[in-house]
């Protein structure tokens, strides 16, 4: 490597590289930089606009640990505004962190903003994306570990390696052409592939993939065991997951320890991630596939939307080749899929952040105190619009945030009205939030009216996956319910035409966005927010606003503009001082 070579991969290695810094006596802090920006890609063979973190697609996995606080300086290098959120990551008495317009004003074009949140009693696997005007479908996602205390038990033997992958739905349509389809009134249609890791399908069939797309390759040695994290990071389509000859022992599930149990293939919905243990015991007379494909979908019009990657072992006899291992063979029938739901289980006797058993929360002797029930139902038109609704409610973003409106107390922000139970009247647009009561236990009963998938999500809180069943819910239903070793997740999906119901311990002060993951519904206004206020003021349930919030709406005019050429100073000025000085040098020696 030549000295200026390394002189630049230095620098840049400097400028990405993670800081592991104690900033008190008391919990460590990871601090990141992310400069987010459009890059040219080709992930299907075509070259499109991308949105990339300090130049990669996918961006960089956070890797932090229990009760670290994890700092995350954002450089906003898009053409509009940006918020990331960190989907699952319980930031801790501070919705003030989590990067969602009910709770945070945006970061403008060329602006930075500085993340700071403590993963307080949190282990597991979890992904970040940016939340505004659709640009998850253009990329600015990655993965988010929180790793266990060192002092704190796993439940199996610590891995050899642990390997992030994220898949996910794909559009050749940039996220800008995306949304005004859906402002247009239509539907996205069909997607054009499924990604790996940011890369296209790996050419297991000629006719299907065309030539010269980049696929995912993860090198493996033989005989070891893997920790692999899975998640959906797509725009709506739910996916079977499976590795060619290997068994997948699922172990967490967003934060939870599972009972540990072989599948050959697993559904995950968009926002869901797992974790498997994967031993590499085949015998590598060649590579083996890794397959995302579609799910509840007509297989012979969309195996071209089909995410394929290769397993390559170290002594691997040559390429993966041969049909792809085959999907369950029930596209039209969900039963399968929902049993398989079913059967992931919490282990209630493996430590979790704590020492303590996860189990020792038990959430199936406590006495529920609100009930609400949310019904989706397919699109509507409201005021000549095609929008989304939950229980008869299209959610209207608010101009002032819902936490800041209460801060500095903005009247008619938002209304603290969302209905318990469906209206049955015409639907409405209106900016209408769930009033949960702080350390009261919410029961959702999630109910899809539509024909398509739905997977929904609570920030700020995991929540106990109860129940799943067919039609409608009924007092009835709760007869069903697992009342012992339901999973703690963040994310469930929700079965068309049936309903999910799960349960939350209100005991994270803020604002918390309750939300469909399905990019199209969410856009179209499918979510809410719970508001849990601790009635008695102090500030152990919840943090002050930060020194750095952003204020807009009707607090616009609290915001001091920031110094855009500042905000480049980390690396802009030292590059025009460098060259400044290596012009001088160079005229210097001239004069000389
Ligand atoms: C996004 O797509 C639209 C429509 O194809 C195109 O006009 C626009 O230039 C694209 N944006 C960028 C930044 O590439
Ligand atoms: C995360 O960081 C720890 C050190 O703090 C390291 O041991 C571990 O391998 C890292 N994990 C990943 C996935 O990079
Ligand atoms: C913007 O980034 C600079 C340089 O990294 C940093 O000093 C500054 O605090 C950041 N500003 C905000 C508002 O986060
Ligand atoms: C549950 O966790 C315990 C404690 O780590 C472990 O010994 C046990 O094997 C796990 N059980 C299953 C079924 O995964
Ligand atoms: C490739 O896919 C096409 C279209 O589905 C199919 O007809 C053909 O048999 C496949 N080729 C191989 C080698 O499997
Ligand atoms: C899972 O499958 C592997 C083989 O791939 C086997 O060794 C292991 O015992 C199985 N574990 C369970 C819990 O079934
Ligand atoms: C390796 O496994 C494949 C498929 O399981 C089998 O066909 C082949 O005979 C095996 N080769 C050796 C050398 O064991
Ligand atoms: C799947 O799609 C193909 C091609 O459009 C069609 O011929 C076939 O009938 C469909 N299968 C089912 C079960 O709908
Ligand atoms: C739950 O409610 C029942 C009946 O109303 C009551 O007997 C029981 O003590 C309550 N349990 C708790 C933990 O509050
Ligand atoms: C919200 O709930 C609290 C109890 O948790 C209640 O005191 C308050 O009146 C409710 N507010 C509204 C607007 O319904
Ligand atoms: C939607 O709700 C209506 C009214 O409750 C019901 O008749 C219909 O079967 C539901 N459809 C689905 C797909 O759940
Ligand atoms: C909370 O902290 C702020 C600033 O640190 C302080 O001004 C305020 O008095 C505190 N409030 C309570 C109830 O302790």
């Given amino acids: 490597m030549d000295t200026s070579s390394s002189f630049l991969s230095c620098a840049l290695f400097i400028y990405i590289s993670l800081f592991l810094s104690f900033t008190s006596a008391e919990d460590p802090t990871v601090?990141?930089?992310?400069?987010?920006?459009?890059?040219?890609?080709?992930?299907?063979?075509?070259?499109?606009?991308?949105?990339?973190?300090?130049?990669?697609?996918?961006?960089?996995?956070?890797?932090?640990?229990?009760?670290?606080?994890?700092v995350v300086n954002v450089r906003n290098?898009?053409?509009?505004?940006?918020?990331?959120t960190w989907a699952g990551v319980q930031q801790k008495r501070s919705s003030w962190q989590d990067g969602v317009l009910g709770t945070t004003c945006p970061i403008p074009p060329k602006w930075n903003w500085t993340y700071n949140f403590q993963v307080k009693d949190q282990i597991g696997s979890y992904f970040y994306f940016p939340s505004l005007n659709f640009q998850r479908a253009s990329g600015g996602f990655g993965g988010f570990i929180i790793n266990p205390r060192s002092v704190i038990p796993i439940p199996f033997d610590n891995p050899a390696g642990d390997i992030t992958i994220l898949i996910g739905d794909w559009y050749i349509r940039n996220h800008t052409a995306l949304r005004h389809?859906?402002?247009?009134?239509?539907?996205?249609?069909?997607?054009?592939?499924?990604?790996?890791?940011?890369?296209?399908?790996?050419?297991?069939?000629?006719?299907?993939?065309?030539?010269?797309?980049?696929?995912?390759?993860?090198?493996?040695?033989?005989?070891?065991?893997?920790?692999?994290r899975v998640s959906n990071v797509g725009v709506s389509t739910s996916l079977n997951f499976r590795i060619q000859n290997h068994n997948?022992?699922?172990?967490?599930?967003?934060?939870?320890?599972?009972?540990?149990?072989?599948?050959?293939?697993?559904?995950?919905?968009?926002?869901?991630?797992?974790?498997?243990?994967?031993?590499?015991?085949?015998?590598?007379?060649?590579?083996?596939?890794?397959?995302?494909?579609?799910?509840?979908?007509?297989?012979?019009?969309?195996?071209?939307?089909?995410?394929?990657?290769?397993?390559?072992?170290?002594?691997?006899?040559?390429?993966?080749?041969?049909?792809?291992?085959?999907?369950?063979?029930?596209?039209?029938?969900?039963?399968?899929?929902?049993?398989?739901a079913r059967s992931i289980r919490w282990n209630v006797s493996a430590s979790g952040a704590r020492p303590n058993p996860q189990g020792s929360f038990r959430y199936g002797s406590i006495n529920v105190t609100e009930v609400y029930i949310l019904k989706n139902k397919a699109p509507v038109t409201i005021n000549g619009k095609r929008r989304a609704t939950l229980s008869g409610i299209s959610f209207v973003n608010p101009t002032t945030p819902i936490r800041l409106a209460d801060e500095f107390k903005v009247k008619g922000a938002y209304k603290l009205d969302f209905p318990t139970e469906p209206l049955t009247g015409p639907s409405r647009m209106e900016t209408?939030?769930?009033?949960?009561?702080?350390?009261?236990?919410?029961?959702?009963?999630?109910?899809?009216?539509?024909?398509?998938?739905?997977?929904?999500?609570?920030d700020g809180y995991a929540f106990f996956v109860v129940g799943m069943g067919y039609g409608e819910w009924t007092n009835d239903s709760r007869g069903q319910y697992n009342k012992?070793?339901?999973?703690?997740?963040?994310?469930?999906?929700?079965?068309?035409?049936?309903?999910?119901?799960?349960?939350?311990?209100?005991?994270?002060?803020?604002?918390?966005?309750?939300?469909?993951?399905?990019?199209?519904?969410?856009?179209?206004?499918?979510?809410?927010?719970?508001?849990?206020?601790n009635p008695e003021k102090n500030n152990k349930t919840e943090l002050p606003i930060p020194d750095n919030a952003l204020f807009c709406g009707a607090l616009s005019r609290m915001q001091k503009p920031q110094d855009i050429s500042s905000g480049l100073k980390g690396h802009g000025s030292m590059v025009v001082v460098l060259s400044l000085s290596l012009i001088m040098a160079i005229l210097s020696g001239f004069v000389v």
Avoid at 191 to 215: F, W
Avoid at 316 to 331: E, V
Avoid at 435 to 454: C, D
């Fill in 31 to 70: 601090t990141y930089h992310f400069d987010i920006s459009y890059i040219t890609a080709s992930p299907l063979g075509v070259p499109q606009q991308v949105i990339a973190i300090n130049g990669k697609f996918p961006g960089p996995t956070i890797n932090s640990t229990t009760n670290n606080n994890v």
């Fill in 77 to 84: 290098k898009l053409d509009e505004d940006l918020l990331l």
């Fill in 181 to 228: 389809t859906l402002d247009a009134g239509h539907d996205l249609g069909m997607p054009d592939g499924v990604l790996i890791n940011g890369k296209g399908p790996y050419r297991y069939n000629d006719t299907l993939v065309p030539d010269k797309i980049d696929h995912e390759t993860i090198n493996v040695e033989p005989g070891k065991t893997y920790r692999i």
């Fill in 248 to 340: 997948l022992l699922l172990a967490e599930t967003e934060g939870s320890y599972t009972v540990q149990q072989n599948y050959t293939s697993l559904d995950i919905h968009v926002g869901q991630t797992y974790s498997f243990l994967v031993t590499m015991d085949q015998n590598a007379s060649s590579d083996y596939y890794i397959v995302a494909s579609a799910r509840f979908v007509n297989e012979s019009t969309w195996q071209r939307v089909t995410g394929v990657g290769v397993l390559h072992y170290s002594n691997s006899k040559g390429k993966a080749s041969g049909p792809l291992p085959q999907p369950p063979q029930d596209q039209f029938d969900n039963t399968f899929s929902m049993n398989q």
């Fill in 432 to 458: 209408s939030v769930i009033n949960g009561t702080y350390r009261g236990f919410m029961e959702v009963i999630l109910q899809n009216n539509e024909t398509k998938m739905h997977s929904y999500h609570v």
């Fill in 484 to 533: 012992w070793d339901g999973i703690a997740r963040a994310t469930t999906q929700v079965y068309p035409g049936a309903w999910t119901a799960v349960l939350i311990s209100l005991d994270n002060v803020g604002i918390w966005n309750l939300r469909t993951e399905n990019l199209d519904s969410w856009y179209l206004g499918q979510e809410t927010y719970i508001r849990i206020v």
